[in-house]
Every structure is written in structure tokens, then in C-alpha cells.
């Protein structure tokens, strides 16, 4: 039986690269900075530009394909997900990175049909690395297959989090004082 989504996985491959055209470009550039939620929770012109002309591509390509994307649900969009195929979209995973000019930043696309992961595709625009995952296939770096860690004793592991826009000094403190007493998850 072909698979129904392979397809979608191979155009979020390109959309991924031409997006990160755009924001190596931009990378050049002057960036126009907004905040959203918080001053940890950044917005610029480029994540915009990028996140309409990804939705453009798809709706163009996939008309019937629901879309979510990050500055879209930040400026008021619903964010509703359905059994429908759906485009999850980060145009700039990595914003805070990107202002301050650090090479590490992505396009991050996620495809979900009923409810369920089907891939992901993040592309490191300055490395140029594109991971690609596949639901029941595994995970790869340029086509490289990726293996986990044989790290068993998670004392030994490096674990790296996100605390998204609640970057408040407390917070922070909290997560390290919870951290010197052992306790690793948040």
C-alpha cells in the first residue's frame, strides 16, 4: 500500500528549506522585534513573513489541510485540532536566538492526521541540517539515521528544557534550587 503521507513529508522538506532561505537572509538584516506574551516571549517581522508564506504554499498545494501556526494562535487565531490533516508550523523556532544573531535557530513543521503525529521536519537554517522523523521509522540528520543514547542512569544524562515565555526570575529560581536538590523534572 503507498503511503498516504509521504508526499506531505517530502514538500515539508522543501517548504523547510525555502522558509530557511528567507530567514538566513533576514539573518543579514536589521530584525524588527515585538514582544507577545512576555519579554521572553519574542515575535519579528521575519517569523511573520515566513509563517504566510508557509501557509500560502500549503493551502495552495493541500487546500483541505488545516493549518496551526505559532504567530497565528499568537495574534488570536483559534487553535483547534482536529482529526483533519493538519500543518503545524514554528517559522522561527528559535526566535530569542535569532534577534541576538545566535546560528541556532529552525523551521520546525509538524504534520498530525487524526490526532496523531505522522513526521516532523526541523531545519537548522545556519547548519544547514535537516532532521526529518517519521512515525514507525525513526529519526534522521540529513538523511543519517539517529540513534539514541545507551544512557540509562538519567543522573548522567543531559536533559535540556524550554521554559517557554515563563521566564521569570522566579521561575528560574525555582527550577535551579529544585535542581540542586535532585529533582530534575519541572
Known amino acids: 500500500m503507498a503511503d498516504p503521507w509521504e508526499e506531505c513529508m517530502d514538500y515539508a522538506v522543501t517548504l523547510a528549506r525555502r522558509a530557511g532561505e528567507v530567514v538566513r537572509e533576514a539573518l543579514k538584516n536589521e530584525v524588527n522585534v515585538m514582544i507577545k506574551s512576555s519579554p521572553a516571549d519574542l515575535v519579528t517581522v521575519t517569523d511573520q513573513k515566513v509563517e504566510k508564506m508557509l501557509l500560502s504554499f500549503i493551502k495552495e498545494k493541500y487546500p483541505s489541510h488545516s493549518f496551526i501556526g505559532e504567530e497565528s494562535v499568537a495574534a488570536g487565531e483559534k487553535s483547534v485540532l ?100 535532585g529533582d530534575r523534572s519541572i
Open 82 to 181: 482536529t482529526d483533519n490533516p493538519t500543518w503545524i508550523i514554528d517559522p522561527i523556532d528559535g526566535t530569542t536566538n535569532f534577534v541576538h544573531r545566535f546560528p541556532f535557530v529552525a523551521v520546525s513543521i509538524g504534520f498530525v492526521v487524526n490526532k496523531e503525529m505522522e513526521f516532523g521536519v526541523v531545519y537548522s537554517c545556519v547548519e544547514d541540517k535537516m532532521y526529518t522523523g517519521r512515525r514507525g521509522r525513526g529519526a534522521f540528520c540529513n538523511g543519517q539515521k539517529l540513534q539514541v543514547s545507551r544512557q540509562e542512569d538519567v543522573t548522567k544524562a543531559l536533559l535540556v528544557t524550554e521554559l517557554g515565555s515563563s521566564r521569570t526570575p522566579e521561575t528560574v529560581r525555582t527550577v535551579l534550587a529544585n535542581m540542586e536538590k
